[in-house]
């Protein structure tokens, strides 16, 4: 039996879609916060924008529960923009906000968040890929949403353009209250954006919790390999302008990264992949690693055919690191053990 | 008005406008319809749209003045309705080009809507329109080029139309005889030069409207 709801409360969203067709099925009971990012992630084909078009009413239709389209109150930014060529920008961010009454936001206000001031009398085929994105960002919170969809909104766009954009998404993070399902296959994309985070697989939901706690799992293989990592929360103290260093203070410890990062934004997120991460039973001396942080094994799983992936709690934080099996199987690595993790790399994701 | 010329000339331009009105109105649910459905009468509803261009004009104004002669299903129904006949009527030339033009204004709208993206729809729905809203506030305005081509050809078409008309409606001064019939009475009754003065307006006529469409549809490809 086909099902189609979407139930937004004030603390969370339910989610009951299911969805039989003769290749493949989708069956998802889930609820998220109602606040904040939800990272959907899942390999291509795993049923991630069939789900989405499921939560907006576009496929599916004739399923239990099933509300047209128009009247479910949600946003779906689109994969490739999709703005009404006859148009112009302002136009295209008017359609939404005259058919849902009085918006919750103020015009000028999404339109000097998204950077969209000089662009409001162009036409979509004078725009960019990015700004025509902003522009359908612009045009979907003004309908005042209760739930915004995003399909890979920075896929289709080049390196340039994307890191052009991302900031603009760092702010609509940081500003909005709107619940926001963010699909994915990026994990990068994924730790700086989201909160939350949903794994599908096959049609299913195999994972959904906080990012933190989502990203440190042992046991979900599309975590494993270049996915593997996870993302602390840590603050700058101190800038170091010989070497061009900042320090960091996390829960574990301290972490020197290169670049300068302002001391008054506190709670940055780094992320720190599993395949740069290195362990060692003795503290390292001479060596060019600038970050040594002592920490405790949690555990330790098979991940391939010859390596594993072992997780360490550091602090409140759990780092993961990638290392061949004959490593584990010489240092004799089991819970409990103290080591020292040698991380090699850190990227600010924010 | 009743000048040998500009009368038959005046009653093909009512005609042809009627048509063409009807044809729009009556044609664009149609052609909205083909180009979203999925079901399997799709094919069959292509074919019996298209069927006109293939079909001798004379089996088509065969059948109709069957159908709409005052003992046809259509024509007896409209004389209790009305009292007059619908055969060698201009009403009934009008059911009769209706039919005859249907896929010059039916094919150009549904191209248009086809070549509509399909996600374009979607967004305008995902932002609050409904069906119908989405419709007239983006898929029309969207295949305007459409419908500056199936006005034209099915004008264009019904002006040129000759053997349903004559089927159907005879020859009757100011009700029937559009310039086409008029042309052939004139060459009937060799008065060649009545019919020279009749076709070559007829031919300057068609030039300038498709020219007059062409030159639209080429500003428009280039916005």
Partial sequence: MNESRTVVSDTHVALQHTLHRDDFSLHVDVTIPAKGVTGLFGASGSGKTTLLRCIAGLENRNASGSQPVHKRGIGYVFQEPQLFPHLDVHGNIRFGSKRNGSPQLDEQRVVKMLGLANLLHRKPTELSGGEAQRVAIAAVLLRSPQLILMDEPLASLDQRRKDELLPYLDRLHDELSVPVVYVSHNIDEVSRLCDHLLLIDDGKIIASGGLHEVLARLDIPILYGRNAGTVILATPERYDSDFNLTRFRFSGGELQVPGEYDARSPNLRLRIAASDVSLCLARPQKTTILNILPAEVDDVQPTGPSTDLVRLAIGDDFLLAQVTRLSVTRLDLKKGDPVFAQVKSVTVRR | ?223
């Fill in chain 2, 1 to 223: 008005m009743d000048s040998p010329i500009f009368g038959p000339l005046w009653l093909s331009a009512q005609l042809a406008g009627v048509t063409m009105v009807l044809l729009i109105i009556l044609g664009t649910p149609l052609a909205w319809w083909l180009s979203q459905t999925e079901s399997r009468w799709k094919p069959a509803a292509q074919a019996v749209v298209a069927m006109p261009i293939v079909l001798p004009p004379t089996v088509l104004g065969f059948y109709l003045l069957i159908l709409l002669g005052p003992q046809g299903a259509i024509g007896s129904w409209w004389v209790q309705l009305t009292g007059s006949t619908l055969t060698f009527s201009f009403t009934g030339l009008v059911i009769a080009s209706c039919i005859y033009s249907l896929p010059f204004a039916v094919q150009p709208l549904q191209n248009a809507f086809e070549s509509l993206s399909q996600q374009t729809l979607e967004f305008a729905w995902t932002q609050g329109a409904s069906k119908v809203d989405a419709f007239f506030t983006v898929a029309v305005p969207l295949s305007l080029r459409g419908f500056v081509t199936a006005a034209v050809l099915s004008f264009a078409h019904t002006l040129g139309e000759f053997g349903v008309v004559l089927m159907v409606g005879g020859n009757i001064p100011g009700e029937t005889r559009v310039i086409s019939i008029a042309i052939y009475d004139q060459v009937e009754m060799l008065n060649y030069s009545s019919a020279h003065q009749m076709s070559l307006m007829l031919i300057v006529f068609a030039f300038c409207v498709l020219l007059a469409m062409y030159l639209v549809n080429r500003r428009w490809s280039r916005l």
